[in-house]
T-cell receptor, first 111, second 112 residues
Framework: KQEVTQIPAALSVPEGENLVLNCSFT??????LQWFRQDPGKGLTSLLL?????REQTSGRLNASLDKSSGRSTLYIAASQPGDSATYLC??????????FGAGTQVVVTP | DAGITQSPRYKITETGRQVTLMCHQT?????MFWYRQDLGHGLRLIYY???????DKGEVPDGYVVSRSKTENFPLTLESATRSQTSVYFC???????????FGPGTRLLVL
């Protein structure tokens, strides 16, 4: 059974520092991987989708890498801002399109 | 551009009552999903649908029923609500099986 883990569970950084968020999964037979952001009491906002054939995906200050063989994905957020404070979730996608989520990393960026 | 909407946004009900949560998307996406989010369990898939009239169970389907007679709608029914079904419910849609999933704003359900 696929297990998705995100470490650390919580992270606090000063404004301007780069954020590094980790996601690991036990079964490398994933179809794709998606990163989300969730603000308190809100829904999920999609940040990036990495296809299984890709190693990396970038959008603005965000960069996500994927290493299927080692079961890891990393989300980098450059030059963090207080508005980046949120919970970040990764989810692996199987061939049916079903998502399996990690528990998330709660990020606080202090001014 | 409404995207994906859910109704109601908040619902309080009593054990044993039937409750239906609505999900509507304007993109004509083929795939639709229902998840629940709980402290300690995270987000878990309840049911999904690959197209109208095609549905299948996810990780936690017990006590729930879905239907999909139209591509744009995917209602979730709790046939006889229990306290353990108190949760936040999210609907999502995607244009392909492995494509980006877009989530609705959620429905907060409290079962007393």
């Amino acid at each position: 059974k696929q297990e998705v883990t995100q470490i650390p569970a919580a992270l606090s950084v000063p404004e301007g520092e780069n954020l590094v968020l980790n996601c690991s999964f036990t079964d490398s037979a994933i179809y794709n991987l998606q990163w989300f952001r969730q603000d308190p009491g809100k829904g999920l906002t999609s940040l990036l989708l990495i296809q299984s054939s890709q190693r990396e995906q970038t959008s603005g200050r965000l960069n996500a890498s994927l290493d299927k063989s080692s079961g890891r994905s990393t989300l980098y957020i450059a030059a963090s801002q207080p508005g980046d404070s949120a919970t970040y979730l990764c989810a692996v996608i199987d061939s049916w399109g079903k998502l399996q989520f990690g528990a998330g990393t709660q990020v606080v960026v202090t001014p | 551009d409404a995207g994906i909407t859910q109704s109601p946004r908040y619902k309080i009900t009593e054990t044993g009552r039937q409750v239906t949560l609505m999900c509507h998307q304007t993109w004509s996406h083929s795939y639709m999903f229902w998840y629940r989010q709980d402290l300690g369990h995270g987000l878990r898939l309840i049911y999904y649908s690959a197209a109208a009239d095609i549905t299948d169970k996810g990780e936690v389907p017990d006590g729930y029923v879905v239907s999909r007679s139209k591509t744009e709608n995917f209602p979730l029914t709790l046939e006889s609500a229990t306290r353990s079904q108190t949760s936040v419910y999210f609907c999502a849609s995607s244009d392909s099986s492995g494509g980006t999933q877009y989530f609705g704003p959620g429905t907060r359900l409290l079962v007393l």
